[in-house]
T-cell receptor
Framework: EAGVAQSPRYKIIEKRQSVAFWCNPI?????LYWYQQILGQGPKLLIQ????????DSQLPKDRFSAERLKGVDSTLKIQPAKLEDSAVYLC?????????????FGPGTRLTVL | DQQVKQNSPSLSVQEGRISILNCDYT??????FLWYKKYPAEGPTFLIS?????DKNEDGRFTVFLNKSAKHLSLHIVPSQPGDSAVYFC?????????????FGKGTKLSVKP
């Protein structure tokens, strides 16, 4: 079974530029998550989708971050414009239908460096 | 305000011995706890979990203990192997947030020496 795919793996941009990350979840997983992991910290949830609807985006900085999940499969996370403090690893995860006990499977992440 | 705390940034253990990783939490509404393992340049991988109605869960060399009164959980790895060297994250859910919203600790880097 293929795991969660993410691209790109690495991205370097200058502040005020825009960037987009892509995630393809495990086939059949209805729930998709985007996490931000700053160096030395644990992952922090940014947004959670159930199929193509948003379940929780309370920690998403909506003035600069946006995310969509068209057709309930792939998802993109965008930052526009980027700030220095956005430097982090962005992790995508997926799980089966929305249950707190369903295991979340993580992709390898995209490491973003903002200069 | 950290709801899940891993106070030891690192731990070094000899191969074959027991590794004990600790985690404390503050939110009494958490009802599900997980441990994830992370190798460099990879995403976290699920290791083991425990529901708040239990005090112990075992899976092979890995055992998680939950002490609800102390708001403390621990992960025991016996015997430790060099391949266990990784960063271990404690996570919790059910703390009033959306289902599936995992709150992670900062992680503990385990080094198992041959």
């Amino acid at each position: 079974e293929a795991g969660v795919a993410q691209s790109p793996r690495y991205k370097i941009i200058e502040k005020r530029q825009s960037v987009a990350f892509w995630c393809n979840p495990i086939s059949g997983h209805a729930t998709l998550y985007w996490y931000q992991q700053i160096l030395g910290q644990g992952p922090k949830l940014l947004i959670q989708f159930q199929n193509n609807g948003v379940v929780d985006d309370s920690q998403l900085p909506k003035d600069r971050f946006s995310a969509e999940r068209l057709k309930g499969v792939d998802s993109t996370l965008k930052i526009q414009p980027a700030k220095l403090e956005d430097s982090a690893v962005y992790l995508c995860a997926s799980s089966l239908p929305l249950e707190a006990t369903d295991t979340q499977y993580f992709g390898p992440g995209t490491r973003l460096t903002v200069l | 305000d950290q709801q899940v705390k891993q106070n030891s940034p690192s731990l070094s253990v000899q191969e074959g011995r027991i590794s004990i990783l600790n985690c404390d939490y503050t939110n009494s509404m958490f009802d599900y706890f997980l441990w994830y393992k992370k190798y460099p340049a990879e995403g976290p991988t699920f290791l083991i979990s425990i529901s708040s109605i239990k005090d112990k869960n075992e899976d092979g060399r890995f055992t998680v203990f939950l002490n609800k009164s102390a708001k403390h959980l621990s992960l025991h790895i016996v015997p430790s192997q060099p391949g266990d060297s990784a960063v271990y994250f404690c996570a919790a859910s059910g703390g009033g947030g959306s289902q599936g919203n995992l709150i992670f600790g900062k992680g503990t880097k385990l080094s198992v020496k041959p």
